[in-house]
């Protein structure tokens, strides 16, 4: 087989014309497993957050849930779980009446719920222009996970009547 000299650096331009494309594959790959990664993260974080603000929703047997005790506990949590990241974290916290006891119109059924926006910093270049959040200079994904629990509350004997 005769090679050409002529021919030289095919090879070459061939390379560099599928190489970005291939890195550019490889990089959303990643990029994905990144985002799901955080996404995990951001939803188990809700969910425990769900969790304390359920529990230590009310003082009293029968009391009415307090939404400024439910922010003051999951804002601590966030503080611990988070540390100096917990700045750029937003938690949101709402309270919500579900039914009320047709026996004993004085228990309200209610469930508290957690939103937490989660900044996701993406990491490889060129996979900000179709999975980033607006505006899409920053490279930030942001990720929202909602969780429903239901508030533990204990009723009096009392209170049945």
Request: charged share 20%.
């Given at each position: 087989?005769?090679?050409?000299?002529?021919?030289?650096?095919?090879?070459?331009?061939?390379?560099?014309?599928?190489?970005?494309?291939?890195?550019?594959?490889?990089?959303?790959?990643?990029?994905?497993?990144?985002?799901?990664?955080?996404?995990?993260?951001?939803?188990?974080?809700?969910?425990?957050?769900?969790?304390?603000?359920?529990?230590?929703?009310?003082?009293?047997?029968?009391?009415?849930?307090?939404?400024?005790?439910?922010?003051?506990?999951?804002?601590?949590?966030?503080?611990?779980?988070?540390?100096?990241?917990?700045?750029?974290?937003?938690?949101?916290?709402?309270?919500?009446?579900?039914?009320?006891?047709?026996?004993?119109?004085?228990?309200?059924?209610?469930?508290?719920?957690?939103?937490?926006?989660?900044?996701?910093?993406?990491?490889?270049?060129?996979?900000?222009?179709?999975?980033a959040s607006e505006?899409?200079?920053?490279?930030?994904?942001?990720?929202?996970?909602?969780?429903?629990?239901?508030?533990?509350?204990?009723?009096?004997?009392?209170?049945?009547?």
């Open positions: 087989m005769k090679f050409c000299k002529k021919c030289g650096g095919q090879v070459t331009a061939e390379l560099m014309l599928i190489l970005p494309v291939f890195m550019l594959m490889i990089f959303f790959v990643l990029e994905y497993g990144n985002i799901a990664y955080h996404t995990v993260i951001a939803n188990h974080a809700s969910y425990e957050f769900a969790r304390i603000g359920s529990l230590v929703a009310v003082k009293k047997p029968s009391g009415r849930p307090d939404r400024t005790v439910i922010t003051q506990k999951v804002n601590q949590a966030k503080q611990k779980v988070f540390g100096s990241k917990a700045g750029g974290i937003g938690v949101n916290v709402k309270v919500e009446t579900t039914g009320v006891d047709p026996m004993y119109k004085k228990h309200r059924h209610e469930d508290v719920i957690i939103t937490v926006t989660y900044p996701v910093h993406l990491l490889f270049p060129g996979t900000s222009y179709v999975l505006p899409k200079r920053e490279g930030i994904r942001r990720i929202k996970a909602v969780t429903r629990m239901p508030i533990d509350k204990t009723y009096l004997s009392s209170d049945t009547k």
